[in-house]
């Protein structure tokens, strides 16, 4: 029966990440191990980019799927890391709730887990606890392994107080699955729609679902993994951080701005991580942008102590 169970709670949490809740810090006191039922659908997203043999490719597909990756990377660096999981500028609660809801797509877990997940990495990094740390648990592990684990599956709510008390919020997050699955079904709906009405493209439902869904999700989410695993690797140091933190213009360039990563672990609290202008960051001039709308204000600047490499900065 109790294998059964443990079976059953695996399928459930596929659906209700917080079903059969455990209690986290026990959890994160057992040995790392792959749990394969719960991952079960991590690797159906990684197999179903091989559907490319037999649905081919199109310029539409493929341009959609670029776009998604962007779009959504920005949903990743500019709210996921920068507004959930460091604060760095305020919204309203109608508009946390649309980021939380535009992360979501990413199908990155929900907006809690991924911020209780950072701020651990920061309090930890490349300590003992960090969960992704190539110094402790080798590269690959960093990169992909630490998240196939089941210590690390649960929402430790008691360290994100400042969000678990939005009840919307906390929807999202524990039925995280709603909606990547709302997304595959647009994709396949639009895929249908203009495959009726502009059969010149040559786009069919399948392939906008291939390309838009399984292979974007899965380059987004290799590309968010870099900052765990290359960004800790390779890349030069400015500030001495007490970590393995580096800055790398090409990873910059893969993730709209996250790869100036010892930057960031030198001062987190600030909305912009290229701390000098040669260093692109386009996160931060998409939420200068959209500050100007009015949907976010109170970006928090770079402070001028930040620039001073010698100067240890409190973490926030």
């Not at 029966?1 to 990440?17: E, K, N, P, Q």
């Not at 998240?147 to 969000?163: G, M, Q």
Request: net charge positive; hydrophobic share 45%; proline share 4%.
């Amino acid at each position: 029966m109790g294998r059964a169970r443990s079976i059953l709670i695996s399928l459930v949490r596929w659906f209700d990440s917080d079903f059969g809740a455990a209690d986290p810090t026990a959890l994160r006191n057992k040995p790392d191990r792959v749990e394969w039922l719960r991952t079960l659908p991590f690797v159906v997203l990684h197999l179903g980019c091989l559907g490319v043999i037999w649905t081919g490719w199109s310029w539409t597909a493929v341009g959609l799927a670029v776009s998604l990756y962007f779009a959504r990377m920005f949903a990743i660096t500019g709210f996921y890391h920068r507004y959930f999981s460091h604060r760095t500028f305020s919204t309203s609660r109608a508009g946390q709730f649309l980021l939380a809801f535009w992360g979501a797509a990413c199908v990155q877990r929900g907006a809690l887990w991924w911020a209780y997940t950072h701020r651990h990495h920061h309090q930890h990094s490349d300590e003992e606890h960090d969960k992704h740390s190539p110094r402790q648990h080798g590269f690959l592990w960093a990169h992909i392994g630490w998240i196939t684990s089941a210590k690390n599956f649960p929402t430790d709510y008691s360290k994100v107080k400042d969000l678990a008390r939005f009840p919307e919020l906390v929807f999202l997050n524990r039925f995280d699955s709603l909606v990547p699955t709302l997304l595959a079904i647009m994709l396949l709906l639009l895929g249908w729609a203009l495959h009726a009405w502009l059969p010149g493209l040559g786009v069919t439902a399948g392939q906008m679902l291939v390309w838009g869904f399984f292979v974007s999700t899965t380059l987004l989410f290799h590309g968010t993994s870099c900052i765990n695993s290359m960004a800790h690797v390779f890349g030069r140091k400015r500030y001495e951080t007490g970590d393995d933190s580096r800055n790398s213009f090409l990873l910059s360039l893969i993730t709209l701005g996250e790869g100036w990563h010892n930057n960031h672990h030198h001062h987190m609290g600030c909305v912009r991580q290229g701390f000098y202008w040669w260093e692109i960051d386009i996160t931060y001039y998409l939420l200068k942008v959209m500050s100007w709308t009015g949907l976010i204000w109170d970006l928090r600047p770079v402070p001028i102590a930040a620039y001073d490499p010698t100067r240890q900065l409190p973490r926030s």
